[in-house]
Every structure is written in structure tokens, then in C-alpha cells.
């Protein structure tokens, strides 16, 4: 048998009010229609939910169970309406769209075609994350992709929030002809092998990927030799070629070849990127708007087309 949404919605209105009759007067329905749906969840579950007395009446703990799992359904259908008619209401909306430049490169277009279908227009602003924060802590953005790595909390203030959506494992960028370059993979004792070496980091300083390399090295009394700071991946890639530099390549910024340079992946989980939405948290639930849902939504169906992509050219 089927349930009735207005099944839940009476047995919701007993548990607040104490009583069918409270429950009737909740819903401004008529105490036989309360009863109504009522004695059809009990025949539907064939067992009473409402212990009744003449104090009134409360959820047995049959009852109790259907509320938790009727208040999960009742608030997932309240919110596919709403989010529908705000939708149909909006029209076409343009959102200010912040994004780092390796992402745009993988993730911009779908994601652009995926919000264009349902009446979205964005406007990407490409920088690097610090910016980025920056931009959405003064409300100049809509949303934001940026990222970190697991343990460093990026200073988003409080009115703005955020939801991983795909992550991005970090390889260790070698020349070739290095002496790690044979290993399959890099553990920690590995990498810390690596403190004599001439690094590449970020141009912004405290950088996640940066400060995960620099913070393993610090805690043992080491500090590192910087030799360049560069967002621009293509002089990262030519110095390691050159054999003057190594350091970190996010996966989502490697190519079909790179002729030279050697990638391996750590077997430390903590050595991954985190990409983050960021959003403004709007109203005492902290929920986005409609059209920043559906462009959450559009980054969460890119990344995941993009992770298959990816599986599909390691299995080739």
C-alpha cells in the first residue's frame, strides 16, 4: 500500500499538538479527516502509531519511527516544490561565478552548458583562490569553486558557505631520471628524502598545497629551498624538465603527456585538493538561492563526469 504524504502530515501534527483534535485545528482540516488518514497509516503499517488516552494522544514507538522517517520525506517534498517555484519564477538569472584557472580549463564549459539549459547565465571570474575568498567574503560573488587540502580551513567568514565536491589527488612532479622517479608511488619518508631539493610553489603565499609540503618538512626541523614561485603550470613543467625545480601537480592540471617530467601519486590520502563550493548562506536554514543551487548542482554532475573521464583514460 502507498502512503499518503497526508498521512505523515497528521501524524506530525499529533506529535506537536498532543491531540487529534490540536492536530485538525494545525492543519485546519476536520478532526474525522485527521482520524481519517490516520487509521489508514495504521492499517498500511498494520499497527496502531498513536497511543490515545483521555489526556490525549502521543506516537507509539511504531509511530515514533514513521515520524522520524516521514519528517526526512515531508521536508524533502516541501523543499522540490518550493525550489520548483522558485525556479519557474525566476527566469533567466545571471550568476557571478568565481573559479581557479586549472578548473576552468576541466570543469567551466560543462558546467556553463549543464545551468545554460535551465535558464542560468554566468559570469566567470577567473583568479586564484586568496582572491577568490576574498570576492566572496564581500559579497561581490555568488558562488565560488576554490580549494585546499584536508586540515587547512580556508578564512571564509561566517556568512559564507561551503560543500566538497570532487577531490583532486595531488602527484609529486618529478624530472626524469630522478631517483623517485621509479617508485610507483611517494610515502612520507619519500618525500622527506626531498629537503635538499629546489622546490616550486605557488605565487600567493600559504598556498594549501604549498603549506602541506612545507608544515610535513617543518615538523622535522627542516625548511625548504624555494627556487621559483609560478601559478603558471606550463614554467612549473619547463623548470622540471630543466631539472631545476620539482614540486606538486594537482591531477585536475595534468595533460595528455607531458614529455620530461615524471608524476607519482602519494599513497598519504592527506595529500589531495579539496575543491570547495562556496556560497552566501541565506535565512536562518543557511540556504543558498534557487539559481546558486542549481549551479551547486551543475558543478557536483561536471566533476563527476570529469572523475569518470578520468577513470576511463587510466583504464586505456
Known amino acids: 500500500m502507498l502512503i499518503d504524504l497526508r498521512q505523515f502530515e497528521a501524524l506530525r501534527a499529533v506529535h506537536l499538538e498532543g491531540s ?26 498494520g499497527s496502531p502509531v498513536l497511543q490515545r488516552s483521555s489526556r490525549g494522544s502521543r506516537p507509539t514507538p511504531v509511530g515514533m519511527l514513521l515520524l522520524e522517517r516521514g519528517q526526512e520525506i515531508l521536508t524533502l517534498s516541501e523543499r522540490a516544490v518550493r525550489d520548483a517555484r522558485e525556479l519557474a519564477q525566476m527566469g533567466r538569472v545571471r550568476l557571478r561565478f568565481g573559479t581557479f584557472p586549472t578548473a576552468a580549463s576541466k570543469l567551466l564549459p560543462s558546467i556553463a552548458a549543464h545551468v545554460n539549459n535551465i535558464g542560468i547565465e554566468i559570469d566567470a571570474v577567473l583568479e ?89 618538512f617543518a615538523a622535522r626541523g627542516k625548511t625548504l629551498e624555494v627556487a621559483i614561485r609560478t601559478d603558471d603550470f606550463q614554467v612549473m613543467l619547463g623548470m622540471i624538465v630543466a631539472r631545476m625545480a620539482i614540486g606538486l601537480l594537482p591531477r585536475l592540471a595534468v595533460g595528455p603527456s607531458h614529455p620530461g617530467v615524471v608524476l607519482r601519486p602519494f599513497d598519504d590520502p592527506a595529500f589531495v585538493r579539496s575543491l570547495l563550493v562556496a556560497t552566501p548562506a541565506e535565512g536562518p536554514q543557511r540556504r543558498p538561492s534557487a539559481a546558486t543551487r542549481q549551479l551547486l ?18 583504464v586505456r
Open 20 to 45: 487529534v483534535t490540536g492536530a485538525a485545528r494545525r492543519l485546519g482540516w476536520s478532526q474525522p479527516t485527521v482520524d481519517y488518514h490516520l487509521k489508514n497509516l495504521d492499517r498500511a503499517i
Open 128 to 216: 586564484e583562490c586568496p582572491p577568490l575568498v576574498e570576492r566572496m567574503n564581500s559579497g561581490e560573488l555568488d558562488a565560488a569553486l576554490v580549494y585546499t587540502v584536508p586540515g587547512y580551513d580556508l578564512p571564509f567568514r561566517p556568512h559564507v558557505a561551503t560543500v566538497e565536491v570532487h577531490r583532486d589527488p595531488l602527484l609529486l612532479a618529478l624530472p626524469a631520471g630522478h631517483p623517485l622517479a621509479a617508485r610507483p608511488t611517494i610515502d612520507l619518508p619519500a618525500l622527506l628524502s626531498l629537503g635538499d631539493e629546489r622546490w616550486l610553489f605557488a605565487a600567493a603565499p600559504n598556498d594549501p598545497m604549498d603549506s602541506i609540503v612545507i608544515d610535513a
Open 297 to 314: 548542482a551543475a558543478i557536483r554532475d561536471s566533476c563527476a563526469e570529469l572523475q569518470a573521464r578520468d577513470a576511463g583514460d587510466l
